[in-house]
């Protein structure tokens, strides 16, 4: 057993340098290595908001973004998490913040979705002007390496239907987010009954399936990339269009029969629509050429995120938004939730 | 074990810069400890970006000593101020601050640097010797169910034994439950008892609450005594308890070892809830009860073993699996990441001596704090001489920055001060003020908790206690309340006010 | 009606408490919504701990009938004898208490509006007096010793985000001092 798990844990080794070696392979979409401060903007440290934990991944994209643009720039940025009620304590402290350029903001596609779900949310392509989209993700379904159960998706599925409702799954399942929108359309499709267990702390949620006392568990493969090299878990679907190089051998739900479009984790950061035009282009800049520094580049290898093309500028983002916000209202909808 | 432990030593003490990293975090780790308003999770945060430029070793060591001795460093402000450091010193200052106030201040941080040591070290022992078999055994044997279970017997030991009466202490305890609710449910997100404000959407959060209640309660306490010109400063005695006094509690030191260790190893139950089932057991055992919550060493004694019990067991679950149980060990995952490892059971395999050099860190870390904490104390106890008219700005003022800086919410500000108010108007109705405090604490975990392991079992009550360890703690929790009643109806009552 | 050793202040109490726990419990109405995946949804756990909260009070009140004020023998955590005062207050005294309990809650208030940088030296010296200090330079100088302390520690060397306020001129002043700030980190003094 212990053999499997180490050929296992060095087959996603190798795979990961294949993905590494494409990722270095990277280049800077931003020209202009350095930029004038346009009327000395910013003459003191930039205020990041981020509305979730420090621990986190946002917290950490925060991290690694914020230490990017200071060593590009110079300017310290001081990150002030507001975490709290699925990010939207953060948002409204964001946005009574005055507009003056001085403070950013970090957030994710639960935005999108929390407008979708309640316009009087604040829109992210419209209310504000997305810097940067840093980190495009998608999600898969993992159980166990040593699992005797069940060892891929369709002895999965056809566990957990006879199972009739008592086969469970570790995710985040806040009313109307990517993971229970996700799941609602996986299990729409493959016929199957299975308990949802919310966990919104990461540790507790893996501890979950390690230990056994779930039986599969909905992420993103940044998040558990320890336990992938370590053999622990394996991937058993892709919720994504094709399948990206490192999970070769792991199918996608469309090859699964389910066809619906892949709703995306996405993180970004982003400014006040009201802030002064010409500070706003130099925090595009800023953030945009952040993305490209070798230290944001190696976070996000480590974490998985050069997996796919996780970069979006102003226009791509609001591309981005643009399209997946009436994604979810439609979704809601369906479900039966009050979109307002 | 010995052996590589020898080997971890001597890596450790061998290297100049590795020793000096060392010293630095014993010392940080008090500093920040103790002074209110900012904690060990500040000085991590601060030196997590200079950690790349150290080897891993030497990085995840710096965070582990941290974290032994900052949960020491915040029992000093707990005893003289009634200011925890941290949320795992708040029942230290139970029976701490009565003692500063009756003049026994020496004794009772003494009590803390000794048991603090002491629980650290046993912990580390422990660590040492079991941490890939312990973690095994507790992610396979515990989860949601097994923590709710834990949750409500600590619920049930903690009303059982505050307030004036049974029911006061039930009281307390429900108004902490009921005080945690505000927010968002853990299940859906859905948001209840916002009253319209959109920043009650994060919820009420614990260590505003504690800095309201203790520290914010007590200078209103003072400013009254000044009000009414009755004010007077504690008398500074720097004695500290003998042999005898400490090897009479040797049992307690025992028990909170035991029930430290066990809350450490649970993820997201971590070092407070030791601390509060630590003190909480003390009380229980003791043939003394009254006397707790009146300046009673056992308290302090019980509280800080229990906490520093936790550090050791809390590195169990991170090293051998990779999951941190709160915020520090967390950020060590970080530290772990900038070297390009990943803790988890691969460590014990590709990197032994890490490992074995943080184990060593941490059994000497807790060790110092003996010596160092020591000394220290013979300075820091001076600080009670300072006039309170210009302490008591610089008390609320730290207490406003700690609690506005876990989540950057003037809520939680204001959260502190209601909290005092109410602390100060509750002094003298017979409620339970710790009770108020654990039912906050306990009240998220334990409703998230439950509602997994109710989604886990399917809702079945059978299947839930078919699970030994929730039987056992149910059954445990279940004769305490009704004990509790029981008594309700048929106790002495040794005053009426 | 006999009402034991009931008192009035032990009715009122009681009073506050069902009225807390049948206004939580009217509120619940307003989240009381399924949630697919949990069959207790978002009102489950608070109902209960409602339902725990009115048999407790009820007990309360019960037990007061029975036995007054008296505390239960093997109780901690509750008030300290010694800190027991039957001294009514005078007039002025009860002011300053007043005066004490809501200065910080003032203070908290103002720190969205006006920021933690402007505010903060009148809470300083608001509190001072209060605790009955009168010497003028006594204020003073603790006032610019404790906001130097606190700038130094938590704007300088841990860079920590309080609040700035986002109310004009209060805002301008809190970035001037950062500003100050950024500049004198600058000056690589070391």
Known sequence: ?340 | MIENFLLGSSALFGDPLTLAIFVFGVLGGMLFGAIPGVSMLTLAAILLPFTASLTPTQGVMLFAVIYCTGTYGGAITAILFNIPGAPENAPTAFDGYPMTRKGLAGKAVGAAVLCSAIGGVASALVMMAATEPLAKWAIRNIGPPEIFALVFFGLAVASSVGGRTIWKGWMSVGLGLIIATIGQDPVGGIDRFNFGFSDLAAGIAFVPAILGFFAVSEIFVQAEKTAKGRYEAPPVNMEFPSFFELWQQKFAVLRSILVGFFCGILPGIGATLAAFMGYGEAVRWSKKKDSFGKGNIEGVISSETANNAATGAAMIPLLALGLPGGALTAMMVAVFQMHDLEPGPLVFYNSPDLIWVVFAAMFFANLSILFIGILETKTILYLLKIPFQFLAPLILLLATIGSYIGRGLVLDVMVMFAAGIIGFMLRRSGYSIPGIVLGIILGKIGEQNFAQGMQMVHYDLLDYLSRPVCLILIVAGTLTLASGLHKAFKTNHASST | MKMGNLKNSHLIEGIIWLCGVVVFFVLTYDFNQPIEIYKFGATGWPRVILGILLFVTLGNLFHQYRFGSATQLGRVGIADEDEEDDNTPSKVAIVKIVAVLATPFLYAMSLKPVGFYFATPFFIISIILLFGERRARWILGITLFIYTLLLFLFMVVLNAPLPQGNVSPFYDYSAFVLRMNTQFQQLDLW
């Open chain 1, 1 to 340: 057993m212990k053999l499997q798990k180490k050929m296992g844990a060095g087959l996603v080794a190798c795979l990961l340098m294949i993905g590494a070696s494409s990722a270095n392979a990277f280049e800077c979409k931003v020209k202009d290595a350095s930029m004038a401060k346009p009327g000395g903007f910013p003459d003191r440290a930039l205020t990041m908001i981020v509305p979730y934990g420090p621990a986190g991944g946002s917290g950490q994209v925060a991290s690694a973004m914020a230490e990017a643009v200071t060593s590009l720039t110079g300017v310290s940025i001081n990150r002030d998490h507001k975490s709290g009620g699925s990010g939207t304590v953060g948002m409204t402290a964001y946005m009574a913040a005055p507009a003056d350029g001085y403070s950013v903001l970090e957030h994710i596609d639960d935005a999108s979705s929390a407008h979708a779900l309640d316009s009087s949310r604040p829109n992210p392509a419209t209310d504000l002007i997305p810097l940067v989209i840093s980190q495009v993700t998608f999600s898969q379904i993992y159980i166990r390496t040593n699992e005797d159960r069940f060892n891929d998706w369709d002895s999965f599925v056809a566990w957990v239907q006879a199972q009739n409702g008592k086969a469970t799954i570790a995710n985040v399942s806040k009313e109307g987010s990517m993971e229970r929108v996700t799941m609602k359309f996986i299990t729409d499709a493959s016929d199957m009954k299975i308990q949802q267990i919310s966990f919104d702390k990461g540790a507790p949620r893996y501890g979950a399936l390690l230990g056994g006392q779930v039986d599969a568990l909905f992420e993103q493969p940044g998040d558990v990339r320890k336990f992938l090299d370590s053999g622990d878990f394996k991937p058993i679907l892709t919720i994504f269009g094709e399948r990206p190089g490192v999970f070769s051998d792991v199918p996608t739900h469309v090859e699964k029969g389910m066809n619906f479009e892949p709703l995306l984790r996405f993180r970004g950061f982003y400014v006040h629509k009201d802030a002064p035009a010409d500070r706003v282009k130099w925090l595009q800049w800023a953030f945009q050429r952040g993305y490209c520094e070798d230290s944001y580049q190696a976070f996000n290898e480590k974490k998985f995120m050069t997996v796919i093309d996780s970069y979006r500028d102003t226009a791509g983002a609001i591309k981005l938004i643009n399209s997946t916000i009436p994604q979810y209202r439609e979704v809601y909808k369906q479900m039966g939730l009050d979109v307002k």
